[in-house]
């Protein structure tokens, strides 16, 4: 399946979520990364189900009652879910559809986003985007990074892991080598000057 983050976690405060969904929201925008807001009802109960459509596929339909936002970050990887609960549990309405047949019991559950096919420099960029959050928002949040970046910063260990995920393919060595040799990482270099600029406005 290849490389992979998991994440899960509370907000610390509900009264933070619209300034988190704001902060997000304009992440998305300076990052270009298609962008979807869920405005559900924290007041009422979900009622979120999978059935199955027209051909025969899975779909979601209901009001899974949550706030947040969904942020594609790249074509080639799943969305990255900041939604909530009334409770401020981090989950996502696929989720909230499955916790159904346990009466819609909400338990911060980890949320996976594969990189694999992304690239290294997504996989860096969420990385850095989760550890932003973890410091302003979540005071339990817990992130798996299978690569180990999210413990040793370090990006070299996301070039490796991809590269040993696919050590057949000469293709993502070469391309990985030169990754390896750029300075200036561009998504990387993008979202941490953006994260630092929004330190150092909350500073001022």
């Known amino acids: ?31 270009r990364w298609p962008t ?30 949550l706030k947040g936002i969904i942020l594609k970050v790249h074509q080639d990887c799943a969305p990255l879910y900041f939604c909530f609960s009334a409770s401020g549990v981090l989950t996502s309405p696929i989720q909230v559809a499955v916790s159904a047949v346990d009466n819609y019991a909400v ?56 590269a040993r995920e696919r050590s057949g393919n000469e293709e993502l060595a070469r391309k990985a080598a030169r990754l390896k040799r750029r300075e200036q990482k561009d998504i990387v270099a993008r979202i941490d000057l953006l994260l630092r600029k929004m330190r150092d406005w909350e500073e001022d």
């Open 36 to 65: 979807q807001v869920l405005d559900g009802h924290w007041d009422r109960r979900p009622d979120a189900r999978l059935e199955r459509n027209s051909a025969g596929l899975p779909a979601l339909v209901g009001d899974s009652g």
């Open 107 to 162: 338990t911060p559950n980890w949320i996976t986003v594969h990189t694999q096919s992304a690239g290294p420099e997504t996989h860096a960029a969420i990385v850095s985007l989760l550890r932003y959050l973890q410091e302003k928002y979540f005071h339990d949040l817990e992130v798996e990074d299978e690569s180990g970046y999210w413990e040793s910063r370090d990006y070299q260990d996301v070039l490796s892991e991809m």
């Open 1 to 31: 399946m290849g490389l992979s983050i998991h994440y899960r976690g509370t907000l610390t405060d509900k009264r933070q979520s619209a300034a988190l969904l704001c902060e997000l929201e304009d992440i998305g925008k300076s990052m």
